[in-house]
């Protein structure tokens, strides 16, 4: 039987394995890490003082070998956070280390000038990781309860909202963002390689084609880029029937206008036409494929980080 020898802990220099702050691909770094053998650890942000540049809930995975992925803050001091990480690693105990003000490290600056506390949680059962990746992939938000006291990580199957919870920190974690995409013309193709390099999930719909309810959960949103808007009115009905987050459509004010008197028509009323943002994205006027790219997928993130 082969053993695997690590090495020696003091030729380790903790590196970046990939640059990512989605938490979920930080929590498929720990697990894969965990499942190859590695011992990690799972640094959460769970205090700010004064300003910061993450927000609460924020998180790193960092394995025995100095290898990390995540951010707690701007990127100046990860590499000193992964080197705490080794260190309770390597004694097998969970530690919080604050940084920035109220600090001991005087020598660690946040460029925000305020001061952050991160709990370090010595990994013990992947398995946790697994069956909230698995709830993640089926697009079931999910929860992770830290418990310093006993320096244990708990899944619990439901959405939370991340912060303190008594002397639990609970870390709330949400599907991927998925945009669907109806239309015709260049301007299709344009926002879904926008979306795709934004991280988000893409489902383009074939003429005819339209999504199933599954498709249209919570942490999905619906552009629709038709020129026509009879072409459009079964999928807005189908839009407005779920609980997607964002709901645009394409076309002038004028266009809204005539959009709104047929679905009054089909019994829609003020607070359904309300969820429909027309003219669709930021931009007011938008004359070429890349300027509406953008400012559709800006104005769905918008609407992502109102509805967190």
């Not at 949680?121 to 999910?142: E, F, G, S």
């Not at 938008?286 to 769905?300: F, G, K, N, P, Y």
Request: charge should be negative.
């Amino acid at each position: 039987m082969a053993v695997r020898i690590a090495p020696e802990p003091e030729t380790l220099e903790p590196r970046a394995a990939f640059l990512s702050d989605d938490a979920i691909d930080i929590l498929a770094f720990a697990a894969q890490s965990m499942t190859e053998g590695h011992a990690a650890a799972l640094v959460t942000l769970v205090e700010i003082r004064g300003g910061a540049a993450r927000a609460i809930g924020a998180q790193m995975a960092v394995r025995e070998d100095g290898l990390y992925c995540g951010f707690v803050s701007g990127g100046c001091t990860e590499a000193a956070v992964a080197a705490e990480a080794m260190m309770a690693l390597q004694k097998g105990l969970d530690r919080n280390l604050r940084l920035g003000e109220g600090s001991p490290f005087f020598d660690i600056v946040l460029p925000c000038g305020g001061g952050i506390t991160l709990a370090i949680h010595v990994l013990r059962d992947a398995a946790v990781l697994h069956h909230a990746l698995a709830a993640l992939q089926r697009r079931i938000p999910v929860s992770l309860r830290y418990h310093a006291g006993s320096q244990t990580l708990a899944l619990e199957a439901d959405e939370g909202k991340t912060g303190w919870d008594g002397e639990g920190f609970v870390r709330a974690y949400r599907p991927r963002e998925r945009l669907v995409l109806g239309g015709t013309g260049m301007e299709v193709s344009t926002v879904a390689q926008v979306a795709a390099a934004s991280g988000y999930e893409v489902l383009l719909l074939e003429r005819g084609q339209a999504p199933t309810n599954d498709q249209l959960d919570r942490d999905t949103a619906v552009a629709l880029l038709f020129h026509d808007i009879d072409r459009e009115l079964a999928l807005l009905e189908r839009a407005l029937a779920s609980r997607v987050f964002y709901i645009g459509a394409l076309g002038s004010r004028r266009t809204h206008a005539k959009r709104c008197a047929a679905l009054r028509q089909r019994g829609y009323g003020d607070g359904d036409l309300a969820r429909i943002k027309a003219p669709i994205g930021i931009f007011d006027k938008a004359r070429d494929a890349r300027t509406l790219a953008l400012s559709i997928v800006a104005d769905v993130a918008q609407a992502r980080l109102n509805d967190c």
